[in-house]
């Protein structure tokens, strides 16, 4: 037996609870797994509150991250005992994820925890902190540079944010961070932004076309804040968009595309091949001060994850939320 959050099909909608299964209910795969943490992402919460269309196979365990030991292994690269790192490819979604004791998966999602990380501190970094990795190494792959002007960061100090902020900085960028509280600055300050930008300024309709402000944008939010980065980034700038968190529309014009030559960079985190995956996570180790990921990471149980599901949707979640699965 095994403890495992499950969300199951119900005629109000769904339901969600911690219950105890049978580890022959694991779904197929060549890698079975001892986990032993995982996170709550910003899907996760959706998952979890039922808030978005984020399940799409019943019954589900939700968790897009996951670090454990190999416990059972056919797949070549892996064998019992090995720490192994989990970050998407649509676990939680429609193959059962990370919030669990067990887990079992197709060992091409995996790769070996980098060498560099504890598994609390992989957790703490997790999916968000990833897909910030490869949103840094996307505007470095473009040929932005620390001296071309400064880089907006929206949605910190959420999980994306914040990873990005850190990166940002340690790699030489003056960072523009989006707030929400006066609160927050000392946080995302710490964390090495510069300057800020309340969200409130980004977040309703803008003009199609404003100020020349930043050299390249991080964007996890989506929606009007996108679109109000777009309008503000420099002729022949960089925009990366990893995600929605106001919401998947893209209110705006094609204008600053057109006349500026504004380049938007779509990042997925899910179905990432495992070349850019490494890089990403060699950038993580490389450039992530440790200190730092105290900062951005805290600690729940198992049953806690319920309630830091339904707070990260309700945006009360600052920086990242690591789950102990065996607590």
Not at 134 to 149: E, F, Q, R
Not at 254 to 279: E, H, N, Q, T, W
């Amino acid at each position: 037996m095994f403890k495992a959050i499950l969300i199951e099909k119900a005629e109000s909608g769904q339901s969600v609870a911690l219950k105890e299964l049978d580890e022959s209910q694991l779904p197929e795969g060549d890698v079975t797994i001892d986990v032993h943490y995982s996170t709550i992402n910003y899907k996760d919460g959706l998952a979890i509150t039922g808030a978005g269309p984020v399940v799409r196979r019943w019954p589900m365990v939700p968790g897009i991250d996951l670090t454990g030991t190999v416990s059972e292994s056919s797949y070549a690269e892996f064998k019992p005992g090995d720490t192994v790192l989990l970050n998407g490819w649509g676990v939680g979604e429609v193959h059962w994820g990370g919030l669990a004791t067990k887990a079992r998966l197709k060992g091409d999602w995996l790769i070996k925890l980098p060498a560099g990380f504890t598994e609390q501190q992989a957790m703490a970094i997790g999916t968000a902190g990833y897909t910030a990795a490869l949103s840094v190494d996307a505007l470095v792959n473009a040929g932005v540079t620390p001296d071309m002007g400064p880089i907006l960061v929206t949605g910190t100090p959420g999980g994306v944010g914040s990873v990005a902020t850190a990166l940002l900085a340690k790699a030489g960028y003056t960072v523009v961070a989006s707030y929400g509280e006066e609160s927050e600055k000392d946080y995302l300050t710490r964390l090495g932004a510069k300057e800020f930008v309340h969200r409130d300024t980004l977040s309703g309709p803008g003009k199609p076309l404003q100020k020349e402000t930043y050299a390249g944008v991080v964007d996890s939010v989506g929606s009007h804040t996108l679109v109000n980065a777009i309008a503000q980034t420099n002729y022949r700038g960089f925009v990366t968009a990893c995600g929605l968190a106001q919401g998947a529309d893209l209110p705006g014009t094609v204008m600053p595309i057109i006349l500026r030559g504004v380049s938007i960079l779509g990042i997925d985190s899910v179905m990432c091949p495992k070349g850019p995956r490494m890089a990403a996570w060699a950038r993580l180790d490389r450039d992530l001060d440790r200190a730092l990921i105290s900062e951005i990471g805290h600690e729940v149980s198992l049953e806690g994850a319920l309630q830091a599901g339904a707070d990260i949707v309700a945006g009360k979640i600052r920086g990242r939320v690591l789950v102990d699965v065996r607590r």
